[in-house]
């Protein structure tokens, strides 16, 4: 049987060990015993070992002591710091974005970039900075606090902080883009916009994109979207692969800019393969692009007919 090294170790790689196990026999470097991420690599006759999934040195040696050919990441900071170019060199067989190809993800300045390039009326109106001046200026064209802080960085969905939802007043809004700016060096004020908020997610092979059904997200920790961002406090989706809002051209519309973001990053060379999923707003004016992420979500679905 082939052999599988699934590197993460939170609930999006427990439910992925389930899958996995039924055709590979799965393989991980584990920081500490995932109980069923251990219980499906027993039953699939794999293998672990506990110690940093990022130590490139470690995990390239498991791979080759164990003579493993296929390797899988759905995490993040895995994917930002390039286990699945290591994988690659090593010669596997990989499902996930290149450091490279993960860029879409790890920096919105870049993502934004790009859709500024490929689909300009899915912008919505942003500053892009990297100095203190600057910011002071940005923020002190918004009425009151009608903006959006967005650090460039992972935050693992907890950065993103709006307007009259997590901060009161600019001189809040400010304090919260200084300390974003000082971590990171560049920090995005977004213009604060009404509609409803989706998320489109595909996987790929670096060429054709397949679409899952669309969800509505509940990313704040209260009813009513109040209270701090979270990574995920569940999400739903409609049978027929929509949302009450949407139709099918907006989807398409999401669709295109995703296939054509991944043809972009792969221009040179195969960056991106793996999960890419989109988030949007549905506006009066049309739909509004927000971020991509490199990854399969965190939140659990409830499917509704």
């Known amino acids: 049987m082939k052999k599988c090294l699934l590197l993460g170790n939170g609930g999006r790689e ?3 060990a389930e899958f996995i196990s039924k055709g ?3 393989y991980a470097v584990l920081p500490y015993e995932n109980p069923s991420i251990v219980e499906f690599i027993a039953k699939s006759q794999g293998k672990y070992t506990i110690g940093d999934p990022f130590n490139k040195e470690l995990v390239g040696k498991f791979i080759v002591e164990n003579e493993i050919d296929t390797c899988i990441i759905s995490s993040d900071n895995l994917l930002r710091d390039g ?12 499902f996930g974005a290149t ?26 109106k942003n500053y892009n900075i990297d100095n203190e001046q600057d910011l002071e200026y940005a923020i002190e064209t918004y009425k009151g606090d009608d903006f959006v802080v967005k650090p460039d960085g992972l935050t693992g969905g907890k950065g993103v902080k709006v307007g009259g939802i997590h901060f009161k007043g600019k001189l809040e809004g400010l304090e919260y883009a200084k300390s974003c ?19 489109v997610m595909g996987i790929t092979d670096g060429k054709n994109l397949v679409i899952t059904p669309t969800t509505f997200d509940y990313p704040y920790r209260f009813d009513n979207d109040l209270g701090p961002g979270t990574g995920g406090m569940g999400c739903l989706s409609f049978e027929n692969g929509l949302l009450p809002f949407l139709s099918q051209s907006d989807v398409d519309t999401c669709a295109n800019l995703m296939r054509d973001t991944i043809r972009y990053v792969n221009r040179d060379s195969l960056e991106f393969t793996g999960v890419i999923y989109g988030g949007f707003f549905k506006c009066y004016d049309g739909i509004k692009f927000i971020e991509f992420n490199a990854r399969f979500r965190r939140s659990r679905s409830t499917e509704c007919t």
Do not use: C, H
């Open 83 to 94: 286990l699945i170019d290591l994988a690659r060199a090593l010669n596997l067989k990989t």
């Open 99 to 124: 450091s490279m190809g993960a860029k879409i993800e790890w920096s919105k300045t870049y993502a934004l970039d790009i859709v500024e390039k490929l689909a300009p009326e899915m912008i919505i």
């Open 181 to 199: 700016l000082e971590s990171a060096g560049r920090v995005i004020i977004q213009e604060k916009v009404e509609g409803e908020e989706f998320t």
């Open 14 to 16: 427990a439910v992925m």
């Open 24 to 26: 590979y026999s799965l």
